[in-house]
């Protein structure tokens, strides 16, 4: 199947045709880690193949195979960065009613969000994409430091 790649923001988030603000947290096996652009807090990322890939279905072994270690490692590193009381692990990429190029939102709940939106599950992220607050740019920057080293921190006891 062929698949166009114009105008994916993922990609450009790749490429670096657009911004990315905090940097490439981690690549692995096909994957990389990103803070995500939406407005859904500080401390979420997403976790995306490099390649185009508009469907789980049309992941290959080796994306599979590695995809839950690092879903698993990415939801640590937010757990240790952030201290939330659940981490969310979802996929939409359906933006508009069109596939888009799969992208996992893994994304630390605390408290205070719940209460201020009182809120929780796919509520919640409907309340956090209406108000559309975005992060500042300097905290996803030192957030992403400190995911960094909350990878780095893993790789030395596996
Ligand atoms: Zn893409």
Redesign the pocket.
């Given at each position: 199947m062929t698949v166009s790649?114009d105008s994916?923001l993922?990609?450009d988030l790749i490429s670096g045709a657009r911004p990315l603000p905090g940097g490439r947290i981690r690549e692995s096996s096909g994957w990389v880690v990103e803070h995500c652009v939406g407005p859904l807090g500080v401390g979420t990322v997403v976790v995306k193949p490099l390649r185009?890939v508009v469907h789980v279905a049309d992941l290959d072994e080796a994306e599979s195979a590695a995809l839950g270690p690092l879903l698993r490692r990415t939801a640590a590193a937010v757990t240790e960065v952030v201290r939330p009381e659940q981490v969310y692990v979802c996929l939409w990429s359906h933006a508009g009613g069109v596939p888009g190029?799969i992208h996992f939102v893994v994304q630390p709940i605390i408290k205070a969000d719940m209460t201020r939106f009182n809120a929780g599950g796919p509520e919640l992220q409907t309340a956090m994409f209406r108000a559309g607050e975005f992060p500042d740019e300097y905290e996803v920057e030192e957030v992403c430091m400190r995911l960094r080293d909350a990878f780095t921190g893993g790789d030395r006891i596996e």
């Open positions: 790649t994916c993922s990609c185009h190029h």
